[in-house]
């Protein structure tokens, strides 16, 4: 098991690079980047930058001279020597392969546009990104497991049938109007105002006793887990479903049964173990999921500054070094969590054996 680790970690680099390499070639091609923003808010009238060093602070120390020079157009040396501040005089490969030794150093740098390291923006806003990820798959997998070994243990009954409506309408209810349905009815939108619309913690959280703390918190934290739990439970429940009815269905079980085992002695002794191999399987693709595709519009809509927000933003502003270094994080920890699911696969069933795989 030890070498199997060792070459999944070693494979992380290649996939790593091949990542960053496709999403850094596709950003060649968009219109656009951190100095023409730069010179627009110039000629807008507003600040370039909360942070330009070198040669952006011979614009901001210019006075009004400087400001005048650049509501008609940035000097071309100062031009140059933002370029050169940026990285952007050198040839794209060149960039490419800094950038990645930089961040297998973990070093991300500094944010173009705000007076901050990459390093410490991302560890700020991860905590709410991870609070989502974490209490939505495990909300998915507290509720989906035993009522999918229900549905599938009663299959084909008005349970079945009636649970199956609810799974599906849950399914095909797009997360973020959900999230906005929740707002309306339960965060003061127009009916209640049982919980709050925003943020992770209340004004006077730092006042609050240890219990108030955690009370105060949970309370915030319904609603989004709610709105990113919503896809995920619904297929994690078909999925556990029809895994157990395949295994239920083998001849072994029948085999079992034959014997005269009592049936709980044959479901949790024999089904359960092999049924629950593809449900841990589908806990990176849960985990994700929610972790990723859900929390843009789950932060947008609730206020919460996470990561999904700072890529978007970062993306936005055309700001490289905060855009790149999320998804370097991104995709490491998707990676991670790849290898944890290897790993637990092992423990639930140790007839596996990756040391025999060739990868």
Do not use: C
């Not at 705000?114 to 990820?133: A, F, M, N, Q």
């Amino acid at each position: 098991m030890g070498a199997y680790i060792f070459r999944r970690l070693w494979l992380m680099i290649p996939t790593l690079i091949g990542i960053m390499l496709i999403n850094f070639t596709l950003i060649q091609f968009v219109p656009g980047g951190p100095i023409e923003r730069i010179i627009s808010q110039i000629e807008d009238g507003s600040s370039a930058t909360d942070r330009i060093t070198g040669a952006g602070s011979e614009v901001q120390s210019g006075g009004e001279n400087s400001l005048y020079e650049g509501a008609r157009g940035l000097p071309p040396d100062l031009i140059a020597d933002l370029e050169k501040q940026f990285n952007l005089d050198k040839p794209a490969y060149q960039r490419f392969f800094l950038m990645m030794g930089d961040y297998f150093r973990f070093d991300f740098g500094e944010s173009y546009f705000r007076s901050i390291s990459v390093l410490d923006l991302i560890k700020e806003k991860l905590p709410v990104s991870i609070t989502l990820g974490v209490w939505s798959t495990f909300l998915a997998y507290l509720i989906s497991i035993p009522l999918g070994i229900r549905k599938a243990v009663s299959d084909g009954t008005r349970f079945d049938t009636w649970s199956s409506g609810i799974i599906i309408a849950a399914y095909a209810i797009p997360g973020f109007l959900f999230a906005i349905l929740l707002v309306v009815v339960f965060a003061g939108g127009s009916f209640f105002q049982w919980f709050p619309n925003r943020g992770l913690y209340s004004d006077d959280f730092d006042t609050l006793s240890a219990f108030g703390k955690v009370k105060d918190y949970l309370w915030h934290i319904v609603l989004p887990v709610t709105a990113s739990t919503i896809g995920a439970f619904a297929t994690l429940t078909l999925l556990t479903k029809n895994s157990f009815l395949d295994e239920i269905k083998k001849q072994y079980v029948i085999t079992a049964r034959a014997k005269g085992l009592k049936e709980n002695n044959v479901f949790y002794g024999h089904v359960f173990r092999n049924a629950m191999l593809i449900i841990i399987a589908g806990f990176p693709a849960a985990f994700i999921g929610v972790f990723f595709q859900s929390s843009l519009i789950i932060e947008i809509v609730f206020s919460l500054d996470g990561l999904g927000l700072l890529g978007f933003e970062a993306a936005l502003d055309r700001d490289y070094s905060v855009f790149f270094g999320t998804l370097f994080i991104f995709g490491l920890i998707g990676l991670v969590v790849s290898l944890i699911s290897d790993l637990m696969y092992v423990l639930v069933d140790p007839r596996i054996d990756f040391e025999s795989r060739e990868t």
